[in-house]
């Protein structure tokens, strides 16, 4: 069963304890957090605050990053970026880095490219920066263990894939923005979102802090990266799935009746809880950006990022190819998030990650999106059975499905799939 709920508010916690999505058998152990353990120290009396003081002093000893994000220039599509780090210990340098592509679409995007006027320095005095290859730049740390980086991104790149700003908001995509410091990348961080005054609300699935700017917590890299953030005046409208909190937050004016959206997808996602009896997310979030045309969808931890057409929910054949992206992207919270090939995470961020099962991650998938539509009455058997056929027809038109198989359109992925050509058709078939 779930219930609907219609909210508006300026910062969302969407995520109380975040996992880090390992392969099977692996185990994450949140008691590895340095604010979970602040969290767990007892301060019965008064006297025992000295306890709190001393915890607060060695946290630099484990590392300690945060992200401060401003958008001053946003007028021209820049997000700034302060990155503070902390327990720099007997090292000469620090190297840092930006990931050359994002989980889930497997392609090279060199998100380095959009960086400008990064700049390195201590409490003290400026620090030398030198670029070592496309991605990479190395502090001179010149016995400093507290620096800051500070940088801007370009992002005026409107997909689900990468980051997009203006003057009306934000929609932020982790491996485009965020620079790490080479080896701490499972550290846990911080966000500092500094929104501009005429934005309304801050959304992500980063579970909040607290502050007057929004602050978020990850527990590492790895989820920082897979945790969108969206920003200015959308709408969140808040559902529950057998009692689990989810929502929508929808950035673009739309033909959506949020009332029949919200009970449709809950009916999709209740589906989806019964297949595998069991919800591996305390809360989910599904990000909308309504444009002039269709895009796409790609899958996180906690949530998923939608771009589509702003008339995608009418007529009825548009609504439903919606619903299947809903449903294909919310079942990869399960498949390809939680259950995955071992290549994919923790993530190499700098070079191809390779796995001859995305026909695993991805037709798997593929396989339920519509029967989820089916098995939800939100389509007839005629109808499931025509986008069945469609699918057959489809493929069986291309000629590369006897030339390729579905293990090597999985490896090849990141230099076929995502870079098709004309001769793609003959010589290659979809994962």
């Known amino acids: 069963m779930f219930t ?24 994450p152990d949140p008691s590895s957090s340095i604010l979970g353990m602040i969290s767990r120290v007892a301060l019965p009396h008064r006297g025992h605050w000295w306890l709190l003081c001393i915890v607060l002093q060695v946290m630099p000893l484990f590392g300690r990053i945060t992200y401060t994000l401003s958008f001053e220039d946003r007028f021209e599509h820049y997000v700034t970026v ?15 880095k930006m990931a050359v ?9 060199d ?32 016995g400093q263990r507290r620096i800051f980086i500070h940088y801007k991104v370009y992002a005026f790149e409107p997909t689900h894939r990468t980051s997009y700003v203006d003057d009306d908001g934000a929609m932020l995509n982790g491996a485009s923005v965020y620079i790490y410091p080479d080896g701490m990348e499972g550290q846990e961080c911080l966000v500092v979102v500094n929104k501009p005054r005429p934005w309304d609300n801050v959304t992500s699935s980063l579970p909040w802090v607290g502050g007057r700017s929004p602050v978020f917590r990850a527990a590492n890299y790895d989820i920082l990266v897979d945790s969108p953030i969206m920003m200015g005046d959308h709408t969140v409208f808040d559902f529950e799935v057998g009692g689990v909190p989810h929502r929508y937050c929808i950035e673009g004016e739309g033909n959506y009746d949020s009332q029949r959206l919200l009970t449709d997808t809950g009916s999709i996602i209740e589906q ?13 979030t599904i990000f909308v950006q309504l444009r002039g045309e269709r895009g796409g969808g790609l899958e ?12 995608t929910f009418s007529p009825a054949a548009a609504y439903t190819r919606f619903l299947t992206l809903v449903a294909h992207e919310v079942f990869h919270a399960y498949n390809g998030k939680r259950l995955r090939p071992v290549p994919l995470g923790p993530f190499d961020y700098e070079r191809e990650n390779y796995t001859e099962l ?24 005629e109808n499931y059975l025509d986008l069945i056929a469609a699918d057959i027809q489809r493929v ?5 499905r006897l030339t390729q198989t579905l293990q090597e359109a999985s490896f090849d992925a990141w230099i076929k799939y995502y870079q098709p050509d004309e001769n793609s058709p003959n010589t290659t078939i979809s994962y």
């Open 111 to 142: 998100y380095a490219r959009n960086v400008v006027e990064l700049s390195a320095k201590s409490t003290l005095k400026d620090l030398s920066v030198s670029k070592l290859d496309k991605n990479t730049w190395r502090v001179n740390l010149d």
């Open 101 to 109: 592509w994002t989980p889930g679409s497997y392609v090279i995007r």
């Open 396 to 400: 069986e038109a291309e000629p590369g």
């Open 300 to 311: 996180h931890l906690n949530s998923t990022h939608l771009v589509t057409s702003r008339w």
């Open 82 to 96: 302060e990155l503070e780090v902390d327990g720099l210990r007997g090292k000469s340098y620090q190297d840092f």
């Open 358 to 381: 995305l026909w695993i991650v991805e037709g798997l998938t593929s396989y339920y999106d519509q029967l989820l539509l089916r098995r939800a009455e939100l389509i007839s058997a």
């Open 272 to 284: 989806i809880h019964n297949i595998f009896g069991s919800v591996p997310y305390e809360d989910y």
């Open 4 to 27: 609907i709920h219609e909210t508006d508010y300026s910062h969302s916690r969407q995520s109380k304890s975040p996992e880090t999505g390992n392969a099977i058998g692996v185990s």
